[in-house]
């Protein structure tokens, strides 16, 4: 056999190469470049809202990310629940809590250093993960559609049930918790201090 046949025969068998990048994962390396930027900078700005509107950025990309993978139906279920439920209860939630709309100084917990390793950490373990998993596994952009209605729905209802129940519980909670938090009564308010006590209850000043 010519050299120039094993190496054919070689290329064959390995799968596509990183030398020779297609134009869709071209464009997967720019979106994703470009939605670790908006992911970045929603963690280090001061304004909340900011961080809200540039989570929207990175939520976005990321459903960029799944329709370059063919995966559409993932897509969209990315764009209807977290762009179109989960950002606008964190607006709302900001809202109902009074949160100032500019620069806030005092938003930094002073546990950066921590945050920032627990973050690489997380990162560093889930991409080996999943690396490991798909070390061998090609995805054929030109092929059929992976990520389908069946197909999904196969996977989530099969192996992936318990972590789906547990983010929803995980919504609801934060949904309880904020409704919790604009219920309860600011001390500085001026409204609640100029409400009178009733007959049978003690005034706040003495």
Do not use: C
Request: hydrophobic share 55%; proline share 6%; glycine share 10%.
């Amino acid at each position: 056999m010519s050299p120039a046949a094993t190496l054919a025969a070689a290329a064959t068998t390995t799968g596509p190469g990183f030398l020779s990048p297609t134009g869709v994962e071209v464009a997967f390396v720019l979106v994703g470049l470009a939605t670790l930027g908006a992911a970045l900078v929603t963690v280090t700005t001061k304004q909340l809202v900011h961080a809200a509107l540039w989570l929207v950025v990175a939520l976005g990309g990321i459903a960029v990310e799944y329709l370059l993978l063919t995966a559409e139906f993932i897509a969209w279920v990315q764009v209807l629940i977290y762009l179109g439920s989960v950002i606008v209860l964190l607006l709302f939630g900001l809202m109902l809590t009074k949160a100032p709309i500019g620069r806030s100084p005092d938003a930094d917990s002073g546990n950066r250093p921590l945050a920032l390793g627990v973050a690489v950490v997380a990162a560093v373990s889930l991409v080996w993960v999943v690396v490991d998993a798909f070390r061998t596994t090609w995805i054929d952009l030109d092929g059929p559609v992976q990520g389908s209605t069946k197909v999904s729905g196969e996977i989530l209802f099969q192996h992936w049930v318990l972590p789906f129940e547990a983010l929803s519980v995980l919504l609801l909670a934060a949904l309880i918790g904020a409704i919790v938090l604009s219920r309860k009564n600011d001390p500085a308010d001026p409204a609640d201090a100029a409400t009178p006590a009733g007959p049978g209850e003690k005034k706040g000043r003495r």
